[in-house]
């Protein structure tokens, strides 16, 4: 085990349109008047991760609006605008990659979560970059798991980046990447539920 500091950028992908939502998920907001963006960055933040890079697409003005609001502080929230987020969410992961080269050139990896994930917390957050039983680094790649079903926060080694954005397609994002070179799976169950909120239907977490 290696206790040497590491520097782990934070990623939100928020670029959709939320097209089954009805609305641009990153201008939803939970009961308690908390916008699912804000604590998204929030639990980032919290976990341990700078910068955090919002990657915005849909509604990005009024989207930015809302982040502002919460962290004017625009050296640890940086914002990116993904010209193709329609494409899909491989695109959002590209332009976040791209962000975190150009603004986080320290980082070892990149710790990502979307947006629609209204029940995440910094401690999945902190057990996903925490140094035990290995210390994360650029060679890093690890999933949250829930209940045995994988999801966010999910930490990508700075190796691995020109791979994934040469790989990525479409609307599944890091998912093929991750199986196909192993992801370690980190058991997050007892933090949350992990729930990713596609419609108005379905539970918030």
Same mark, same amino acid.
């Given at each position: 085990m290696s206790n040497a500091p590491v520097c782990v950028a934070g990623v939100v992908l928020a670029a959709g349109a939320g097209t089954r939502f009805g609305t641009p998920k990153a201008l939803v907001e939970s009961a308690d008047g908390t916008s699912w963006l804000t604590n998204a960055v929030r639990s980032l933040l919290g976990g341990g991760c700078s910068p955090v890079i919002v990657v915005l697409g849909a509604a990005a003005d009024e989207a930015e609006a809302l982040l502002r609001r919460s962290f004017s502080d625009t050296e640890s929230v940086r914002v990116v605008l993904a010209d193709d987020w329609q494409s899909g969410m491989a695109a959002s992961l590209r332009s976040a990659l791209a962000a975190a080269s150009a603004v986080a050139p320290e980082a070892d990896a990149v710790a990502i979560v979307t947006v629609d994930v209204p029940s995440l917390g910094s401690a999945e957050v902190r057990r996903l970059?925490?140094?035990?039983?290995?210390?994360?680094? !650029?060679?890093?790649? !690890? @999933? /949250?798991?829930?209940?045995? %079903?994988?999801?966010?926060? *999910? *930490?990508?080694? !700075? /190796?691995?980046? @020109?791979?994934?954005?040469?790989? /990525?397609?479409?609307?599944?994002?890091? %998912?093929?990447?991750?199986? @196909?070179?192993? /992801? %370690?799976?980190?058991?997050?169950?007892?933090? #949350?539920? #992990?729930t990713d909120v596609d419609s108005r239907n379905d539970p918030a977490g």
């Amino acid at each position: 085990m290696s206790n040497a500091p590491v520097c782990v950028a934070g990623v939100v992908l928020a670029a959709g349109a939320g097209t089954r939502f009805g609305t641009p998920k990153a201008l939803v907001e939970s009961a308690d008047g908390t916008s699912w963006l804000t604590n998204a960055v929030r639990s980032l933040l919290g976990g341990g991760c700078s910068p955090v890079i919002v990657v915005l697409g849909a509604a990005a003005d009024e989207a930015e609006a809302l982040l502002r609001r919460s962290f004017s502080d625009t050296e640890s929230v940086r914002v990116v605008l993904a010209d193709d987020w329609q494409s899909g969410m491989a695109a959002s992961l590209r332009s976040a990659l791209a962000a975190a080269s150009a603004v986080a050139p320290e980082a070892d990896a990149v710790a990502i979560v979307t947006v629609d994930v209204p029940s995440l917390g910094s401690a999945e957050v902190r057990r996903l970059i925490a140094p035990e039983p290995d210390a994360v680094g !650029r060679h890093t790649l !690890r @999933q /949250a798991s829930f209940s045995g %079903r994988p999801g966010h926060p *999910v *930490v990508i080694g !700075r /190796a691995h980046w @020109q791979a994934l954005d040469e790989s /990525a397609t479409g609307d599944i994002g890091a %998912r093929p990447y991750l199986v @196909q070179h192993g /992801a %370690r799976l980190v058991d997050c169950s007892d933090l #949350g539920n #992990g729930t990713d909120v596609d419609s108005r239907n379905d539970p918030a977490g």
